[in-house]
């Protein structure tokens, strides 16, 4: 078996350490004494990850082409706050009926939702969907796009998926089981809610290296409109607030943080932890990490768009001042202005506005994403504010006192510059870089973990999580985790190809 990561080369012999300091220090070296019958040892105890993990039940799937089937679902009266601009509401899951072993309980993948669509129908010569559907319960599309997802070493091969409940949140998981046992794992979160597949990733992965991956989407639990009159409608998943009083983006991150401790648990084992995600989803995979005690069994992180969730008064269009930030190509050279980083398509970012005096990401959907967790209306990017809201603090990585900021792990953080016009799924159209988006907030939060030599920045010329979907991520993971790469296979070559970078 090949060793991945001086936690996974080390993990066996912690959990088997005893207590007593003699132990500790000899039991690595081959010279442990026998421990005593009545003393306890760590592997006598339960692991730190229990506690999360048991937020989460696996439930049964009575209607394997509607997943939704497996949940009763509770829904607070729709409520507009005064100045508010839609309607918000509560919502919250749990297992219609509770699944005690859930290898027996598992389903084929499909890809339901009304979100991106499937790789498989997309022609990969011409990038044209091949087919359409509309919308039904979850979002379900018709039968033509409810395809099934496959492994990306074994395209005919469906992966398994099951339903689970994570601290009153639903949520599906997908995971390869096409061997590979000793590999290591990586979870995957996509963007937003985190409510779609990450398909391209994990094949990717698949296909590249020895790997293993496991990738979760969310239910959709509230549903934003970002155009009323239109009826679009995206589901906030993970961020989705389970009862009446306001959250933040500890409690919400909660609820991942259990279902990474029972994959962990479950299906991880003695080899390296990983996990990636872009956008949003980089909070969801960060907040483990920060708040709920993960670092332990995470080997290797990679970020791609975020996160950013530095100091969400200046996100929010609410009083706060900068004056210094960082350099876009290294992320770490301290700057002011734009000529404090040479030009030539290096530029200095600042927490909350652009090169124009503009604020930054100036759409509804970091707004609704705050204001529905907090249940308030207090951001509201397209008017300055005059006051601050204090239960933003809760949710501000950098006003927080208690976080802890030492990284045992590798850190990679992804970002996507310059934008593109880029023609995907068949349209052609401006797909804006990170600097319009929340690159400032990042950079503080880069900078912030420790210690630096743990982390590493990487720029691409492209649009927002492009480096996610299209390879970039995928590679630097393989790099970093120092994973065993495949040869390509002629299974492989049945499979439309992966672009290396969008």
């Not at 200046?314 to 301290?334: H, I, K, Q, V, W």
Request: aromatic share 10%; glycine share 10%; hydrophobic share 35%.
């Amino acid at each position: 078996m090949i060793e991945y990561g001086f936690k996974a080369q080390t993990r066996w012999c912690l959990k088997a350490l005893p207590l007593a300091l003699l132990g500790l220090l000899a039991a690595c070296d081959g010279q442990a004494p026998e421990a005593p019958a009545s003393e306890a040892t760590v592997a006598d105890a339960p692991p730190a990850t229990s506690p999360l993990k048991g937020l989460v039940q696996i439930c049964a799937i009575p209607d394997p082409m509607d997943p939704s089937s497996a949940f009763n679902v509770e829904q607070g009266e729709p409520v507009t706050a005064p100045g508010g601009w839609m309607p918000d509401y509560w919502v919250r899951y749990s297992c219609k009926e509770v699944c005690a072993d859930y290898a027996q309980c598992a389903v084929p993948t499909r890809n339901f939702g009304s979100g991106p669509v499937p790789l498989e129908a997309i022609d990969p010569e011409t990038g044209e969907v091949l087919s359409s559907g509309g919308e039904g319960p979850e979002g379900a599309q018709s039968p033509e796009l409810e395809m099934v997802v496959t492994h990306g070493r074994d395209p005919e091969r469906p992966k398994p998926m099951l339903a689970f409940v994570a601290d009153q949140m639903g949520g599906y998981l997908s995971w390869s089981d096409d061997g590979y046992r000793d590999a290591p794992l990586i979870y995957l979160q996509d963007g937003g809610g985190g409510t779609q597949w990450s398909v391209l990733t994990a094949k990717d992965l698949e296909q590249r290296a020895e790997v293993r991956t496991a990738m979760v989407r969310w239910a959709d639990g509230f549903r934003f409109s970002l155009d009323p009159e239109s009826g679009e409608s995206e589901g906030w998943g993970f961020l989705t607030r389970t009862q009446p009083e306001g959250s933040n983006i500890r409690a919400t991150t909660r609820r991942v943080a259990a279902i990474m401790a029972w994959i962990h648990e479950e299906m991880v084992g003695e080899p390296a932890f990983g996990t990636m995600a872009c956008s949003m989803g980089t909070n969801a995979i960060i907040g483990p990490v920060l708040f709920h005690g993960l670092d332990d069994i995470i080997d290797y992180q990679s970020f791609t768009g975020g996160p950013f969730f530095w100091d969400v008064h200046r996100a929010c269009n609410l009083p706060t001042t900068y004056e210094r930030g960082f350099c876009a190509a290294d992320g770490t050279s301290a700057c002011a202005t734009d000529e404090e980083c040479g030009g030539e398509g290096n530029f200095c970012k600042l927490p909350g506005v652009i090169a124009n005096g503009e604020f930054e990401f100036a759409s509804r959907l970091y707004e609704s994403a705050v204001n529905h967790m907090h249940a308030a209306n207090a951001c509201d990017i397209g008017e300055p504010g005059t006051e601050r809201y204090a239960d933003f603090d809760n949710s501000s990585y950098g006003l927080m006192q208690d976080v802890d900021w030492n990284f045992d792990h590798r850190v990679d953080l992804l970002v996507d510059v310059g934008g593109a016009t880029a023609t995907y799924m068949g349209q052609t159209a401006f797909e804006p870089g990170d600097e319009f988006s929340l690159l400032g907030h990042f950079m503080q939060i880069f900078n912030r973990i420790e210690p630096a030599a743990n982390r590493r920045w990487h720029m691409e010329q492209s649009h927002h999580c492009n480096s996610y979907a299209f390879g970039k991520a995928a590679a630097v993971a393989v790099e970093s985790m120092g994973l065993q790469r495949r040869q390509p296979s002629s299974a492989d070559a049945e499979s439309p190809p992966l672009a290396e970078n969008g």
